[in-house]
């Protein structure tokens, strides 16, 4: 229903008009009436009508001069003048103001009625285009920080549509006024903490680290706020002077703030350039500059101008070193492999070498750990089950410091030299009797060889033959040939006599070399065993 006021000097006129038309049926409600423009205009506030019917000649307050004062607090009332005064200057003043419709009295109800039912059409159509429009801005709120990210994630990509000469335009119509004329980036990531509470809301703690970066950087610079791919919390400062003195001191103002949270982060900052184009730049050293957390730890503040030169090509693993863990780890002294893993990690240091090159390090260990296991049959599931890393490689890579990564790589070693050497005796006994029951069924096979054995116990070649020497005192060959005679000594004792039969049915393609090898196991060639026998 829409709100109606009356607002006419005559008493019988307005009583009349309030029951001249069905106001309900037609979507109306009379809200209230007044005899004079100064009581209508205090009735306003309360009855907020959106229709008001109003004489031109009152006294107190005419209607000209109501309609007036009333457009002046509420520009969204619709007015109709109702006046028995068809001169032309009531007319063209009732138009100047914005009247709706002018009706002459006395009333025509057809007349009114079709005029209040033009009334309603344009007042729907007014409030759904504002409803409409109040959606549309609500939107455009709503995706404000969306365009804001999506702007400065393109800067600092540099990407060439958000980095021209518009970007600065562009920033300023999102709200963004970085001034300048120098620019930098500085890269923020949390550190990880075993000690956070783990029923805390990680979002929640981002958002109070940006809420502190952005309130004490604002303090002193203009900057625009954002996340990077990587969600790390990137600031795009803007300096007058870009000194970088008062920017590390900011920066380090917000380290000590984080702590109180408490966690920690790392800080890195870009150097200054002259204009928002080349911000991109600055970013990329502000990450170059955050990744000296991996040697120096984390919760401190990293400037890319004072990064020191690193060896980027220092090879840390050699040929030596894995030959040296390899066998302290099939020795299976822990003390010597500690030795060895505190020696190499000090070595580390000591060669400043970039981050690069200490991550290949790390997965060039893992890589000697799976050969560990590939000698003893074993995997990284068999020591680890469920717990184990669906790639290890992978977690080499998303290691943050090097300390972590040097007791991510102790663990492993340790963890997986105690389970082959825990259940080594029990092992190679296993290993033992497969390789017997796999010789005692393929003897009569010409063709079979060690590799095919070693690859039936899953076994690499060379740990097999020194499993086997060493828990039986001969080696696979030997024994090989032992089953072979044994069996044709048997084949022998049961009546057979033609020697190329038995040699070919226990392996022997050769009857010559099979004679050699029997006399060498009995001490007499067949041909006089079998006489022996006769």
Request: aromatic content about 8%; some cysteine.
């Amino acid at each position: 229903m829409y709100k109606v006021l009356i607002v006419d000097d005559e008493y019988y006129f307005r009583q009349a008009l309030k029951i001249s038309l069905p106001w309900t049926d037609l979507g109306f409600q009379i809200a209230g009436e007044a005899k004079n423009g100064a009581e209508a205009l205090a009735l306003l506030p309360e009855l907020q009508p959106d229709v008001v019917l109003v004489d031109m000649n009152m006294p107190i307050m005419d209607g000209i001069e109501f309609i007036q004062k009333a457009k002046q607090r509420d520009q969204d009332t619709k007015f109709m003048v109702l006046s028995g005064h068809s001169e032309f200057v009531y007319a063209r003043q009732a138009v100047h103001l914005g009247v709706f419709d002018y009706v002459l009295k006395p009333i025509n109800e057809g007349e009114l009625r079709g005029s209040l039912l033009d009334m309603k059409e344009q007042i729907q159509t007014e409030r759904m285009g504002r409803m409409e429009l109040e959606d549309l801005r609500k939107k455009a709120r709503d995706s404000l920080p969306v365009l804001k990210e999506q702007v400065l994630n393109g800067l600092l990509q540099g990407n060439g549509q958000a980095a021209a000469a518009s970007g600065q335009e562009r920033l300023a119509s999102l709200g963004i006024d970085l001034k300048g004329p120098y620019y930098s980036a500085v890269a923020i990531d949390l550190d990880p903490c075993d000690d956070w509470n783990r029923e805390e809301d990680p979002l929640a703690r981002k958002a109070a680290v940006q809420a502190i970066a952005q309130r004490e950087m604002e303090s002193a610079y203009p900057c625009a706020v954002c996340r990077d791919y990587e969600d790390r919390l990137v600031l795009v400062v803007g300096s007058p002077d870009g000194s970088s003195d008062a920017l590390e001191a900011m920066c380090r103002t917000i380290r000590d703030k984080v702590r109180e949270l408490p966690c920690s982060a790392t800080i890195g900052i870009g150097g200054a350039c002259r204009s928002l184009a080349a911000i991109s730049g600055s970013y990329k050293e502000a990450l170059l500059a955050l990744k000296r957390r991996f040697v120096m730890g984390g919760d401190e503040v990293f400037a890319y101008a004072a990064a020191p030169e690193t060896g980027m090509n220092v090879s840390l693993f050699p040929v030596e070193k894995r030959s040296g863990l390899l066998m302290g780890m099939r020795v299976g002294n822990p003390s010597e492999t500690e030795a060895w893993l505190a020696d190499f990690f000090g070595h580390v240091r000591a060669k400043q070498a970039s981050i690069e090159m200490l991550l290949l390090a790390g997965m060039e260990i893992v890589s000697t750990c799976v050969e560990f296991l590939a000698e003893a049959s074993q995997s990284f599931e068999d020591v680890f089950g469920q717990e184990s890393q669906p790639d290890m490689l992978q977690r080499v890579q998303q290691m943050k410091t090097l300390t972590e990564l040097e007791g991510w790589i102790r663990a492993l070693i340790l963890k997986v030299m105690d389970h082959v050497h825990r259940r080594k005796p029990n092992r190679s006994a296993k290993v033992i009797e497969e390789v017997k029951a796999y010789i005692a069924s393929h003897y009569g096979n010409e063709e079979l060889r060690i590799e095919d054995i070693a690859k039936s116990v899953h076994m690499n070649y060379n740990h097999l033959c020194f499993v086997f020497k060493k828990e039986t005192t001969v080696t696979i060959n030997d024994y090989l040939t032992e089953t072979r005679i044994m069996k044709a000594k048997e084949l022998f004792d049961r009546g057979d006599t033609v020697i190329q039969v038995v040699a070919t049915r226990v392996g022997y393609a050769d009857a010559n070399y099979f004679g050699k090898c029997f006399k060498k196991y009995m001490g007499i060639p067949p041909s006089k065993y079998i006489n022996k026998m006769g």
